[in-house]
């Protein structure tokens, strides 16, 4: 199943994809969907005209998630292509709802940066409560899996030695364009994907997210032990080698650049970067 958040007049609505287009759901967005009991039967089931989805105006496919957990290096062979040992835990840091942007919205280039950056993920979403969760419960807490691209103010997040602060600025991250569901996708809940990032339609990145050190079920495990994972909540599993801050010279997104951030079975993300 293909689930996603479609802005409307009355505000925004969740939809399921069929071949037909978007079936509008009851609930204003996929994150409040995954808050109802039985939400995969209630959304399989639902009726309604399909609409057209290449026109829609797509929202992030969870508008406002609980908690935005990130990931550090987690890309095996780009960690030891640049000669660094495995990790032995993750390294976590957080987003805000306020960076979030639709799959087709613009990036909002703020000008207190000169160092904005991309960052092509696979992100899971949660899809019910738990904590200190087992392997098993870590697999059927995951609702599905989207596309994120991690945009980051890297001036910023270099300041210090926390990163939040190049991590969350506003209006800078998308998200969708669908939540798909682990059973439509190779490998489940540890997905065997080709993703891609093309910057200007060259390819930056290209990676396949077998290849994590730490597979979603793994993370999941991990962040449940330090607090609750609720139904909306987001991971964003981590970006392979090819983000322009490692180039020499450096290369950063800047205004009227276009980023397209694909993973197959899943979609694209295609946002152009604007100053405001």
């Known amino acids: 199943m293909k689930l996603a958040t479609i802005r409307t007049d009355g505000g ?49 496919v969870v508008p406002r998630p609980g908690k935005i957990l990130c990931v550090g290096l987690n890309y095996r062979a780009h960690i030891l292509e640049m000669g660094r040992d495995l990790p032995e835990h993750p390294t976590l840091f957080a987003k805000f709802a306020e960076a979030l ?31 200190r969760a087992s392997e098993e419960e870590a697999a059927v807490a995951i609702a599905g899996f989207t596309v994120m691209n991690d945009v980051t103010m890297r001036d910023w997040q270099f300041r210090t030695k926390e990163w939040l602060q190049g991590k969350t600025f506003e209006g800078t991250t998308p998200l969708g364009p669908v939540l798909v569901t682990p059973d439509e996708l190779p490998g489940g809940v540890r997905p065997a994907l080709t993703m891609t990032c093309r910057v200007d339609g060259a390819v930056t990145q290209k990676a396949d997210t077998s290849d994590l050190v730490f597979d979603p079920v793994a993370l999941v495990r991990y962040a449940s032990t330090i607090l609750t994972l609720r139904p909306g909540d987001v991971i964003a599993t981590g970006t392979p080698g090819g983000v322009g801050h490692a180039r020499k010279p450096p290369r950063y997104l800047t205004d009227g650049t276009t980023v397209v951030t694909e993973i197959e079975g899943i979609g694209r993300l295609e946002n152009t970067a604007r100053t405001p």
């Open 101 to 131: 942007i639709g799959p087709r919205d613009a990036v909002q280039l703020a000008p207190e940066s000169s160092a904005v950056d991309w960052e092509a993920e696979l992100a899971l979403v949660i899809g019910r409560t738990v904590r």
């Open 12 to 60: 925004t609505r969740a939809a399921r994809l069929t071949p037909d287009g978007a079936v509008l759901l009851d609930d204003p967005d996929v994150g409040r969907l995954l808050g109802r009991d039985g939400w995969a039967g209630a959304a399989a089931s639902a009726q309604g005209e399909a609409r057209p989805v290449d026109d829609a105006d797509l929202a992030p």
